[in-house]
Structure formats: structure tokens, C-alpha cells
């Protein structure tokens, strides 16, 4: 089973930035997509972006040019740079790979 360990939330101003860091146990980037979910208060799990193996990329129509998805293969790392923050985007957010979530971290855009 893989370990997923998500840092890099907290608070910040609407139109602020933060980048979110998903470290991986084992070398899974290579063979498998890696996702970045997020929930709100009261709200489903939403799937926000994708990378697969192969470094093909999709993002939920709302991120669509605000966030970005990346990995690191050699440091097992998986990021999620968030840009131009709206209210509507705090939840808690979880990386998700082969069955395996994160424990979350917490998002908060608030002024």
C-alpha cells in the first residue's frame, strides 16, 4: 500500500498563492497517475487534476488555468501550485494514487 503525506495548506487572501506537496512512498510516478481531490464543507469529493505516467495532464473546468499539476520523479513528490485563490476553492485537499489516499491538508482563502 502506498503512503501519501500532502503538506503546504493554510489560510490565505483571495487572488494569494500556495503550493500544495504530496510525498509518495515507493516509485509509483513512474507506472501510475497521480490525482489531486478536494472536498468542501458539506460538499462531494471533487477530483481537481490528474497527471498520469505518461505526463498527460487534466484539470477540473474551475482550475483551469489557476492551478498546476507536477511531479517530481526523483524525489517522489507531487505538486499542486494553486494561483489567483478564490473563496470557492477552500476545502480540504487529498492526493490519490492506486487505491491510497493522504490524510489531507487544509485550503482556506479567506480575507
Known amino acids: 500500500q502506498v503512503q501519501l503525506v500532502e503538506s503546504g495548506g493554510g489560510l490565505v487572501q483571495p487572488g494569494g498563492s500556495l503550493r500544495l506537496s504530496c510525498a509518495a512512498s515507493g516509485s509509483i510516478f513512474r507506472t501510475y497517475t497521480m490525482q489531486w481531490y478536494r472536498q468542501a464543507p458539506g460538499k462531494q469529493r471533487e477530483l481537481v487534476a490528474t497527471i498520469t505516467s505518461d505526463g498527460i495532464i487534466k484539470y477540473e473546468d474551475s482550475v483551469k488555468g489557476r492551478f498546476t499539476i507536477s511531479k517530481d520523479n526523483t524525489n517522489y513528490t507531487l505538486y499542486l501550485q494553486m494561483n489567483s485563490l478564490k473563496p470557492e476553492d477552500t476545502a480540504v485537499y487529498y492526493c490519490?494514487?492506486?487505491?491510497?489516499w493522504g490524510q489531507g491538508t487544509q485550503v482556506t482563502v479567506s480575507s
Open positions: 490519490y494514487s492506486i487505491g491510497s
